[in-house]
């Protein structure tokens, strides 16, 4: 009996045993099934799209920027194919271990790399570390692609100027977009790495050269190399530009300015077309076009010749006297003066106790409108502007287009100053002091403008007084239609002249190099107006010109226009601290409108790219013109 109860109580407790069991196992069972069905049915698209995502990556294909022409159909800028790499950083399980390995084998700077790897972005797109890979860096990456997870290389096209340096300050260059352009609306659909305009042409109409990124889904290995193209949606090029100047032209303006800092623009005086927009110095947009390293870009902005520095829309200086310009036409429609009006020149102009000298210590003598522009008489402007006022010369400076931007299809212009009442206490806290009138009337003092708006300036008085505004850009093609869109010559005023007046000046402008202080521009080719100028740096200076140090000596302004008959072209050239405008600058507006002349004759087929015309047989006396012609 004992024995059978012993049985009987073992036998029920491996009976609750496997009660407890079961139970056990319907639990297991049961929590089993709930996290099946929590991942299958309640987060399965969450774990199917990251299961796909493990072995499919997109991928930006870059597009391919417009391609940038002259007038004449001349290639300015194109593309060429390039190597660039990328980095996924879903692959990478050791960023420091990859940041030493790609800076061992291509020499990178290991803190750039950092930065691209942890700039702001989506973690699903691949990083660009760099572009313009040599195929010597392409090999050796391509070599150790399985030491190197998420590591590609691309072939994209890259940004390529043909002509160099040549048109570098119209063309401007481009870069990969900034982490602060990026919080900009403008560029809100771009992403790390995109290629943007960062300079002239190429930043002022970015958004038609630049195109549209595709995007590709990619087929990758364990390591996050690329197997096969899934699905590809393909990028879409950017539009093409025709530009208005002639490189041909632009080739010979950068020629004559040589190793001197300064600006040369010529202008279709009809249109407003440019033709010609040269700065010196220049820099080559292909060099800054690549990634440039902190102590290669220091060294460019740090240069002293600021060659980032369009000196044609963005260098403002004294205008001297082609200042005189304006300041007749002022005279004349304000009745200041009369055509005949004789103002004596003994060679300087006493107001108060100071004797403001003329640029011809003898003086003059009596003088009217015409001989005071023909010979730049500056008593007789000190006289004029001192009986106009302030207020009315910079009501007319307005008018000719000072102090305001030309409106041109470039970033970054500046405008100059048109100094009045208001003005000064706006900038300096002080009030006008009348003396300063005397200095305004020959282009000195405060007044400062762009040699643009120089042209533009002269190009108005050749037109007729119809200014235009500066136009770069004479089409676009459509690169999705193959549609070639013209854009119009844009008036932007007509001046406010008795129609007498600007025939009386453009006459005067003709005498200036025919007998005056411009006849080193006369030319046996072309009838040429113009007007020369000499911006004082400095107060007063003793001895030669050749004794003074090149950082003081004055800028050299000329402006003019030709054929006298009927314009077809305006110039201003200025050259900084190249002495007299009348032995300087016109000799180069002379050269730059013979061959404008020639290349636009029916045989100017036979001129080649970028050949200067030689001075002349033309005569005339030589003219000894002081600072300020």
Request: with cysteine; aromatic share 6%.
């Amino acid at each position: 009996m004992a024995t059978a109860g012993l049985y009987d109580s073992e036998l029920g407790e491996l009976q609750r045993r496997l009660v407890i069991l079961r139970v056990g196992l319907l639990l297991v069972v049961a929590l089993l099934g709930l996290r099946l069905w929590h991942l299958q049915i309640r987060e399965g698209s969450y774990y199917r799209d990251l299961s796909e995502n493990n072995r499919t990556r997109s991928v930006i294909m870059e597009p391919a920027r417009g391609l940038i022409y002259d007038r004449k159909g001349v290639l300015l800028a194109n593309n060429v194919p390039s190597f660039t790499l990328y980095v996924s950083l879903e692959d990478v399980k050791d960023r420091d271990l990859l940041i030493d390995q790609l800076t061992n084998l291509l020499g990178l700077d290991p803190v750039l790399v950092k930065e691209k790897l942890t700039a702001r972005g989506s973690k699903q797109l691949p990083r660009k570390v760099k572009d313009r890979l040599t195929l010597r860096e392409a090999t050796l990456i391509e070599s150790h692609r399985l030491d190197l997870p998420g590591v590609m290389v691309q072939v994209e096209s890259q940004r390529n100027y043909p002509g160099g340096v040549t048109a570098s300050h119209l063309l401007g260059y481009v870069g990969e977009v900034s982490p602060e352009q990026l919080e900009k609306p403008e560029f809100a659909d771009l992403h790390q790495g995109s290629i943007v305009g960062q300079y002239g042409v190429e930043k002022f109409f970015d958004r038609l050269v630049r195109g549209q990124a595709g995007q590709k889904s990619i087929e990758v290995d364990a390591v996050g190399h690329e197997k096969r193209a899934m699905v590809v949606e393909q990028p879409h090029a950017g539009d093409n530009l025709y530009l208005t100047i002639d490189v041909r032209l632009q080739k010979v303006a950068e020629k004559l300015l040589g190793e001197e800092s300064g600006a040369i623009v010529a202008l279709d005086p009809r249109t407003g077309d440019v033709l010609a927009m040269a700065s010196r110095p220049g820099f080559d947009p292909n060099v800054l076009s690549r990634e440039l390293t902190p102590k290669q870009w220091a060294g460019i902005v740090q240069d002293e010749g600021r060659p980032l520095n369009n000196r044609a829309s963005q260098g403002q200086y004294p205008p001297g006297s082609v200042f005189k310009v304006m300041m007749a036409a002022a005279a004349l429609e304000t009745k200041t003066v009369t055509p005949s009006t004789s103002i004596y020149c003994n060679g300087g102009y006493q107001f108060g106790r100071r004797l403001y000298h003329d640029w011809k210590a003898g003086g003059h003598g009596p003088v009217d409108l015409r001989h005071a522009l023909v010979q730049s008489c500056d008593v007789y402007f000190y006289t004029v502007g001192q009986r106009m006022g302030i207020e009315t010369m910079a009501s007319f400076a307005h008018q000719f287009g000072l102090g305001e931007e030309t409106g041109i299809e470039l970033p970054s212009e500046r405008v100059g100053i048109v100094p009045s009442e208001a003005w000064k206490r706006k900038a300096k806290n002080e009030p006008w002091l009348p003396g300063e009138t005397i200095s305004a009337s020959i282009g000195q003092g405060y007044v400062n403008v762009t040699p643009l708006q120089m042209a533009s300036l002269i190009g108005t008085v050749a037109n007729d007084g119809v200014m235009f505004r500066p136009r770069l850009v004479q089409a676009v093609m459509d690169r999705a239609t193959g549609e070639l869109q013209q854009r119009p010559a844009v008036p932007k005023r007509t001046l406010k002249l008795r129609p007498e007046i600007l025939p009386l000046i453009k006459e005067a402008l003709a005498g200036v190099v025919k007998e005056g202080t411009g006849t080193r521009a006369q030319s046996a080719l072309v009838t040429i107006a113009g007007k020369t100028g000499t911006a004082q740096m400095t107060a007063l200076r003793t001895g030669p010109e050749k004794d003074i140090p090149k950082k003081f000596r004055d800028h050299a302004w000329f402006v003019a226009f030709a054929p006298v008959e009927a314009p077809t072209i305006a110039v201003a050239v200025l050259g900084e601290h190249m002495g007299h405008g009348g032995s300087a600058s016109a000799p180069l507006a002379k050269e730059l409108i013979e061959t404008y002349v020639r290349l636009n004759l029916p045989a100017s087929s036979d001129v080649t790219d970028g050949a200067v015309v030689r001075e002349g047989e033309a005569g005339g006396r030589e003219q000894d013109d002081r600072p300020g012609d």
